[in-house]
């Protein structure tokens, strides 16, 4: 299992591996476009199994669209199928299909699995992210997207060896 947290400034992108097999999740700002290519093509990565837009926020899905420049994808997620933002346009433009799951949907990713948590949670846009864990054995991964502290339901099993903490750090986030 290999799990990066990419440095795309104010915003959030991670790619995580598991036998060959590859996820993102979000791609940081537009500025950021050339930092996720980079970083998959430093990797000789040209297939996502699952692509995650936690939320439709340009911090985290602005550079995206990137991703589709150099690789395919067989499942791109997000909490909405449209969105007026010019950043969730090119997404749709770039990966084709986007698809909103449920919670409980799960993917494998070689022999860990992801599992949607939660969505659409709450009112905002923040509080729509998607909530996934990655599972590895023991080891355990949370990704929030940008979720409010009072939207987390507490039927979630939040627990994780790695949590990748919501709204950037904030106080309303985790």
């Given at each position: 299992?290999?799990a990066?947290?990419?440095?795309?400034?104010?915003g959030?992108?991670?790619?995580?591996?598991?036998?060959?097999?590859?996820?993102?999740?979000d791609?940081?700002?537009r500025?950021s476009?050339?930092?996720?290519?980079?970083?998959l093509k430093?990797r000789?990565?040209?297939?996502?199994d699952?692509?995650?837009?936690?939320?439709?926020?340009e911090d985290?899905?602005?550079?995206l669209?990137?991703?589709f420049?150099?690789?395919?994808?067989?499942?791109?997620?997000?909490p909405?199928?449209?969105?007026?933002?010019?950043?969730?346009?090119?997404l749709c433009r770039?990966?084709?299909t986007?698809t909103?799951?449920?919670?409980?949907?799960?993917y494998?990713?070689?022999?860990?699995?992801?599992?949607i948590?939660?969505?659409?949670?709450?009112?905002t846009e923040?509080a729509?992210?998607?909530?996934?864990?990655?599972?590895?054995?023991?080891?355990?991964?949370l990704f929030?997207g940008?979720?409010?502290?009072e939207?987390f339901a507490p039927?979630?099993?939040?627990?994780?060896?790695v949590?990748?903490?919501?709204q950037?750090?904030s106080?309303?986030?985790?």
């Amino acid at each position: 299992l290999s799990a990066v947290f990419l440095d795309v400034g104010q915003g959030d992108s991670a790619l995580v591996g598991c036998q060959g097999h590859w996820m993102l999740i979000d791609g940081g700002g537009r500025e950021s476009s050339q930092k996720i290519y980079a970083a998959l093509k430093s990797r000789n990565i040209t297939h996502l199994d699952l692509v995650i837009a936690s939320h439709p926020h340009e911090d985290h899905i602005g550079g995206l669209s990137a991703a589709f420049q150099r690789c395919t994808a067989d499942a791109v997620r997000s909490p909405a199928a449209s969105d007026a933002s010019q950043s969730f346009q090119n997404l749709c433009r770039y990966a084709g299909t986007v698809t909103v799951p449920r919670a409980g949907d799960r993917y494998a990713l070689g022999d860990a699995a992801v599992e949607i948590l939660g969505l659409n949670a709450g009112p905002t846009e923040n509080a729509a992210s998607i909530v996934a864990k990655l599972t590895y054995g023991n080891v355990s991964f949370l990704f929030t997207g940008d979720m409010e502290s009072e939207f987390f339901a507490p039927q979630w099993e939040l627990s994780a060896t790695v949590l990748k903490v919501s709204q950037h750090g904030s106080s309303n986030g985790t």
